[in-house]
Each structure stands twice: as structure tokens, then as C-alpha cells.
């Protein structure tokens, strides 16, 4: 599907412009958006050719974009693994061909690492702890049960198994605090919504929500202003990414707090990219600056904003 590239010096081995594929997981969220236009961006600012393919939430596609950059014989392979598993077969075929590859945002769990050069982005178990510290400090004093639904993201993605055992880590010492019902929305609002649905009509007393990303926590507050409660108040939110609409929420107190992930990977990947086409050595993995928002924060950082 991509007519550039093999006719000489202007792809992967020459001296031409570095050709970069990157298979992205797919358009699931405000964070991919702003992840996708970054990556798109800095190639460009870079001087870097960029095949680019959206795997839309399925493995299957991820593996056939890798193939097809396998075969178009590209100077470099970087992509964001929709889940953990299942990965060593075609990054052996990527390794046979000599072309390296980055692991970006999300990672992978094969123990062989070899089959990969470096990996760029967040520390998804230290976002879970941040939402479950903010959640054990909100309800110190409080005495009875504090029921928790949870939204989770794609199943068997890194940032749902790690933000969970992260999150899940950190209640753990206080046993008032029970998760009585977690299923996954796929990190997107559509199906945070539908999920929500069902825990408000499952569940008599719920008195918070922890979701995985910022996308299910908005779909959330849908369903629960639609079955007549207030979202902030009556269910206390928490969730991960740090996007403009969820800042929005949180400025309006319908979100409580908000754990930033950071999906301005663009430049760092490029500059690595550079770095692993030279044969240079790069460092085995790279964690991005992280902050958090509570409502004061969320006005402070609105105005500027990009995504
Ligand atoms: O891998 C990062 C996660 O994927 C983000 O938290 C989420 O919004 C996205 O879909």
C-alpha cells in the first residue's frame, strides 16, 4: 500500500533521507490523536520519510504493517505494541533483515531483548500507584466500604495490566477499600460509556471510578449524569492521560484527579531513530516526565493546552 521508497539511494540503506515505519495502534483516544500528530510532526521537522499505519485496536494489522516495512525494506521499525504478548516471531523475521526496531509507549513482555533496540515512554505501574495514592489520601477518614468500579484499557495491553496492578497495589494495605467490578472499556469513550452503563445498573453503592484513560472516565460521566447522578460528587473520579477535555472536566469537578501520560513521544523518538539508522548505542529504555493535576492545576494548565 505505499508506492515510495525502493528505487535507490532515497530509502532505507542509502544516503538519502532515513525511512522510518511506524505501526501506530490505532485512533482510540484524544492521547493517540495528540501521539499520532506528534510522531507525524517531528518526522516531518526531522527530515525523516515516515510510513505510517493505523492498526485500529488489532494485532493482526500491527503485524502485517511491520511485515510489509520488513519488505519495503525500511532503515528503521518503531511501534507501539497494541498488547503485551505475541511479538517475537515477526521481530525475529525484523532482526533476520537487519532493520532495528524502537518499542514506543507501549511495550512488549517477550524476555528476549534483543529483538528490540530501546523502548521510549511512561512508567504505566507508577501512573497506577499516583491514582490509587490520590484515592487512599481522598478517603482517609472515611470508615465504611469504599466501593470502586474500574474501567480498564484494552486487555492485555501494557498500560491496562500495569495501571492495574500499579492501582491495585496501592489499596491493598487497607481492606475498605474493594473493586467491585472492572471490565474493559478499550480505552475508548464510546465503551466507557456502555461499561459505566452496566456497573450503575449492576452495582447499588459505587463510590468511585478509577478508569484506565481519560477518553472512558468522559464516556463515564455520560452514564452517570444520564442515571441522574452527579459525576465528582455522588462518584468520585480518577484516570489517566491528562487531555484537554479531561482537564475541562476536572476544572468543572466532574473529574477528581487526573494522572498525566505524556504522548508528546515525537521528538525523543525521532532523535532515537536517528541514533539506532547510525548504528549508535542507545539506552536499553527511556521513561518519559510525568506530572499530576488536581483542580487547581487543571485552570492552571488549560489555557495552553495542546491536546
Ligand atoms: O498506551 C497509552 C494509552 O493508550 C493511553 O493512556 C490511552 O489513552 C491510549 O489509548
Redo the contacts with the bound molecule.
Sequence with gaps: ACGSGNSGGSSGSGGGAITLGFAQ??A?????TA?TKSIQDSAKAAGIDLKFSDAQQKQENQIKAIRSYIQQKVKVIAF?PVVESGWDTVLKEAKTANIPVVLT??AIDSPDKTLYKTFL??D?IK?GHKAGQWLTKEFASASGTVNIVELQ??TG???AND?KKGFGDEIAADPKFKIVASQTGD??RAKGKEVMEAFLKSQSKIDVLFA?????ALGAIEAIEGAGKVPGKDIKIVS??G?HDALQALSDGKINHVVE?N?LLGPQLMDLVKKVAAGQEVPQRIETEETEFDQAAAKAALPQRQY
Design positions: 495502534v490505532g482510540e483516544s484524544g492521547w493517540r501521539n507501539s509507549d507501549r515512554g511512561s504505566f501512573e484499557g484494552t495491553s501494557a498500560p495501571r480505552f475508548t484506565h484513560n481519560d477518553d472512558m489517566i492521560d487531555v501520560c504522548p
